[in-house]
């Protein structure tokens, strides 16, 4: 029987997305410059395009409102547009004003890159000393995305070193440690969960000292707006809005490291931070992660883990009081948000990578609509919706295009853009253009990197 200390290393070593970040990148490389292989088409005339400032993308749910995209590729998948060589972390893409804002880390600095979004040419390189090394051995980098807003991107790293800077030139407008100002507790991987843009606040889960779960910062000078107060601790899962009732509210999925473990789902006001509703869902061992954000549907919530606790699917009332609607044990989402489309969760089932499936729930019983494991070929993949069709990349880099139903899930077109472990980062669409990172070292040798690629259909 494994001890308790080989089973907590091997358990952490597993854990995804925006928690663990692990690269083969030298430490102390740095950037170079992109290599560029092919203009990207023109936009059809009638083609519905996009932003993609946040982690999530522009609604906040892993669905794109893009329309008129590329459907067949082949067997080498979309045109390479160009591509970027990147550092250590699993940070996604942010992309608004045809910019490309990348965050990692190479050596000892956490570097935020602004690119050209249609031929990743440098504009500006930010960067600061960010000390820090992995506990378990699992990687050094962010594991939360930057997020842009008001013409602003903000960055929170590993550290809980926060900055505000201009998205058009580059300069800091300005900082706070969040350590320094709200003593958060002793998390597995350091600080990961993404900060929320809202108009006239940036809601972070600090998870500080006194119970300050989660703060709202003025986006323009960094002062603090409001503080709500509840026990649960920072997790790696990302606030996201939801209007609820008419009422404008902040989804949080809570819950760091403590003993023993405690976390749910908070329902916070936006505007004043009080805490409406807790619902409690954590796994009973402490070695347990909470790192997809919450699905919305209408006035129902899920969330979901997978370390034992599986999915949860909650109802918050007119009152703002939250029921239980239902638990699923075999919907333990791991590495990628569940998308919701008609009244269904689509999302990938499973901590091993062997056991992956990906699933159909229905929203409002729970019933489990359909299970397949699409031949090993995605494992613990992400999904994005988009143009009516759904594109998922599998987590050793396997692209597709997929139309999903309440009967049955069907690969429409597939690819593999490249061999690679830990392709666990949600891709991001914008204009057209599909950005995919590369978090590890191909089996042909290819470094960690950030590539565009061209999906934009000409008829």
Same mark, same amino acid.
Request: aromatic letters at 10%; charged letters at 20%; hydrophobic letters at 40%.
């Given at each position: 029987m494994e001890t308790m200390n080989a089973r907590l290393i091997h358990l952490l070593r597993n854990v995804a997305l925006t928690v663990v970040a692990a690269s083969v990148m030298d430490a102390g490389a740095s950037a170079a410059d992109p290599v560029f292989y092919h203009a990207p088409k023109p936009l059809a005339s009638d083609a519905v395009v996009s932003d993609w400032p946040r982690f999530l993308g522009p609604l906040h749910n892993a669905t794109s409102p893009e329309t008129r995209l590329l459907r067949g590729w082949g067997d080498k998948g979309p045109t390479r547009v160009w591509e970027y060589p990147k550092g250590?972390?699993?940070?996604?893409?942010?992309?608004?004003?045809?910019?490309?804002?990348?965050?990692? %880390?190479?050596?000892?600095?956490?570097?935020v890159d602004c690119l050209e979004a249609e031929t990743g040419k440098l504009l500006w390189s930010h960067r600061d000393k960010a000390p820090y090394r992995d506990r378990y051995g699992s990687g050094d980098g962010p594991r939360n995305n930057p997020v842009i807003g008001g013409g602003s991107v903000f960055v929170s790293g590993i550290t809980g070193h926060l900055r505000c800077i201009a998205l058009s030139s580059g300069n800091l407008v300005w900082q706070r440690d969040l350590v320094s100002d709200y003593t958060p507790g002793k998390?597995?991987?350091?600080?990961? *969960?993404t900060p929320l843009f809202l108009e006239g606040r940036l809601v972070l889960n600090v998870?500080?000292?006194?119970?300050?779960?989660?703060?709202?910062?003025?986006?323009?000078?960094?002062?603090?707006?409001?503080?709500? %107060?509840h026990p649960w601790g920072a997790s790696y899962a990302s606030p996201i809005p939801a209007k609820l009732h008419g009422r404008e509210c902040v989804l949080i999925f809570a819950g760091g490291e403590s003993r023993p473990p405690t976390g749910g789902l908070l329902t916070l006001?936006?505007?004043?931070?009080?805490?409406?509703?807790?619902?409690?869902?954590?796994?009973?061992?402490?070695?347990?992660?909470?790192?997809?954000?919450?699905?919305?549907?209408?006035? %129902?919530?899920?969330?979901?883990?997978?370390?034992?606790?599986?999915?949860l699917m909650v109802e918050v009332g007119a009152d703002f009081k939250a029921k239980q609607l239902w638990k699923?044990?075999?919907?333990?989402?791991?590495?990628?948000?569940?998308?919701?489309?008609?009244g269904f969760l689509?999302?990938?089932?499973? $901590?091993?990578?062997?056991l992956a499936e990906l699933v159909?729930?229905? *929203?409002?019983?729970?019933?489990?609509?359909?299970?397949?494991? !699409?031949?090993? $070929?995605? $494992?613990r993949g992400s999904l994005l919706a988009a143009d009516g069709g759904v594109l998922c990349l599998g987590e050793n880099g396997r692209l597709a295009w997929m139309e999903l139903s309440p009967e049955k899930a069907r690969?429409?077109?597939?690819?593999?853009?490249?061999?690679?472990?830990?392709?666990?980062?949600?891709?991001? !669409?914008s204009h057209g253009l599909l950005y995919v990172c590369q978090n590890q070292r191909s089996g042909a040798g290819d470094g960690p990197r950030l590539i565009c690629f061209d999906l934009r259909a000409t008829r």
């Open positions: 250590l972390g699993h940070s996604g893409p942010a992309i608004a004003d045809g910019r490309v804002v990348l965050f990692h %880390r190479v050596g000892d600095e956490e570097v998390n597995f991987f350091g600080l990961g *969960s998870g500080g000292a006194g119970d300050v779960c989660a703060v709202a910062l003025d986006p323009a000078t960094g002062r603090e707006v409001w503080r709500a %107060r006001d936006a505007a004043t931070g009080e805490v409406l509703n807790a619902t409690p869902h954590r796994a009973g061992i402490a070695e347990s992660v909470h790192a997809s954000s919450p699905a919305v549907d209408g006035n %129902r919530v899920f969330v979901g883990e997978a370390y034992g606790a599986g999915g699923a044990d075999r919907f333990s989402v791991y590495l990628m948000t569940p998308v919701v489309r008609d689509y999302g990938f089932d499973g $901590q091993s990578p062997r159909c729930y229905e *929203s409002a019983t729970g019933r489990e609509r359909w299970r397949d494991d !699409l031949g090993g $070929q995605f $494992q690969v429409v077109e597939s690819a593999a853009l490249f061999a690679a472990p830990e392709t666990w980062t949600l891709p991001a !669409l």
